[in-house]
């Protein structure tokens, strides 16, 4: 079976599981959070609006799923929690989703991939790709690597990774 037909099952089975969001629902946002307060290894942020061992940014709620696993099984596990990897759309976000991963920023897959077009980066939840935080020089090794890992290297950045890595994983929701 060819990645082609495995990305288009993979997206027809999210699309119709309901895993993406609409992407209107980012741009209605009513209650910030900053991640600086409250704030420091990631583990006492408010979640008054999130379950327990969630945490709120905005108007969704991510979590940290420390058990490592391949990207699709970290994406599955985020369906069964009700939500998907984690977007992320700005550095303040991403600085936020790096402190829910505790105070040692361990890799941890979220909700990016080009498996449908190489080069063509997708968010699983269906909002706008607009805002990246690639290291440097990725992401490489195009039609091997379809899946994105954070805080790699020395910069902590974007890593696109083998899908079938495994990896802790970073999940988000609609509070």
């Known amino acids: 079976m060819g990645l082609l037909t495995i990305s288009t099952i993979l997206y027809t089975i999210f699309s119709f599981s309901g895993a ?25 942020i408010p979640t008054a609006n999130c379950p327990g061992g969630w945490y709120q940014y905005h108007s969704r709620c991510f979590y940290f799923e420390g058990q490592p ?8 596990n985020c369906i069964h929690l009700k939500g998907t990897l984690a977007s ?36 699983i939840d269906g909002t706008p790709f607009d805002f990246t935080k ?10 091997i690597e379809d ?5 790699y290297g020395d910069d902590k950045g974007w890593n696109n990774l083998r899908c079938t890595t495994m990896s802790p994983s970073v999940c988000a929701k609609l509070r």
């Open 20 to 44: 993406f969001w609409v992407p209107e629902v980012l741009q209605n946002e009513t209650k910030t959070l900053e991640p600086s307060k409250g704030f420091s290894s990631g583990l006492n």
């Open 69 to 76: 696993k391949s990207w699709v099984d970290a994406q599955n």
């Open 88 to 123: 992320i759309h700005s550095f303040e976000e991403y600085q936020f989703v790096q402190k829910v991963t505790g105070s040692h920023f361990p890799p941890a897959w979220i909700g990016a991939f080009d498996a449908v077009k190489v080069g063509t980066w997708l968010w």
């Open 134 to 143: 690639w290291n440097p020089g990725e992401p490489n090794n195009p039609g």
């Open 147 to 151: 899946c994105v890992g954070l805080n």
